[in-house]
């Protein structure tokens, strides 16, 4: 494995800071162990040389390429519960009732692979069901990893990741495939939704969308 000297992991902490807003300052060792592959298959023997050739990249792949590698992208369907409850109890309401005219716009950043952007989704369909609300709904699902954006999109999971989500709501959102390894949300549910790569730290990041 190839050792990420000190100066060099400086270089990285700040450009992953000074670029994209991340903190790597205790990730030394995360940084060594998923980098190091990389850097062996393009040839390149100390992350010195990985980070001129970064910065020289005109294309953006390899800063995206570092990006997939180094960002954590933990999350579930209904992590925190609470937090639904709340929106559906609280603030949901009060939303609607300011919103007479016009979308309903809402914007999750750091959606991750869309979990959470789907589990909004479905309780804000529950939420109008139950309430006889109608409104245009939009939800705007933004991360800076390309890669859990593209898994986002698909709104394909693994069949475990079913447990998290209440058994009354599976059969209408989640659709599960002929070989029970994975299911799919449901396309009508998916239409509230669009997901973008986004740099919180571009001055565009907060823009109306």
Not at 79 to 96: A, D, G, M, N, Y
Not at 152 to 158: I, K, L, M
Not at 178 to 193: G, P, S, T, V
Request: glycine share 4%; proline share 3%.
């Amino acid at each position: 494995m190839i050792r990420l000297k000190e100066n060099e992991f400086t270089d990285i902490v700040e450009y992953m800071r000074m670029h994209y807003g991340i903190n790597l300052e205790k990730k030394k060792i995360l940084i060594e162990c998923r980098m190091s592959k990389t850097l062996e298959k393009q040839g390149l023997s100390s992350f010195g040389s990985y980070m001129e050739l970064l910065k020289k990249d005109r294309t953006e792949k390899i800063a995206a390429e570092l990006i997939n590698r180094l960002t954590t992208n933990y999350t579930y369907f209904f992590r925190e519960v609470s937090h639904f409850q709340i929106l559906t109890s609280e603030i949901f309401p009060k939303l609607f009732q300011q919103k007479r005219y016009g979308p309903l716009n809402i914007w999750c950043a750091g959606c991750s692979t869309g979990e959470e952007c789907y589990t909004l989704a479905m309780t804000l369909q529950e939420y109008m069901l139950q309430s006889g609300t109608c409104s245009l709904v939009r939800i705007l699902g933004t991360d800076i990893s390309e890669d859990v954006i593209s898994r986002a999109q698909r709104g394909v999971y693994p069949i475990r990741e079913i447990d998290s989500i209440p058994q009354s709501l599976r059969p209408r959102y989640c659709h599960v495939e002929a070989d029970h390894k994975n299911f799919q949300i449901d396309e009508k549910l998916k239409e509230y939704i669009r997901f973008k790569r986004q740099n919180l730290m571009e001055p565009s990041a907060a823009e109306k969308y």
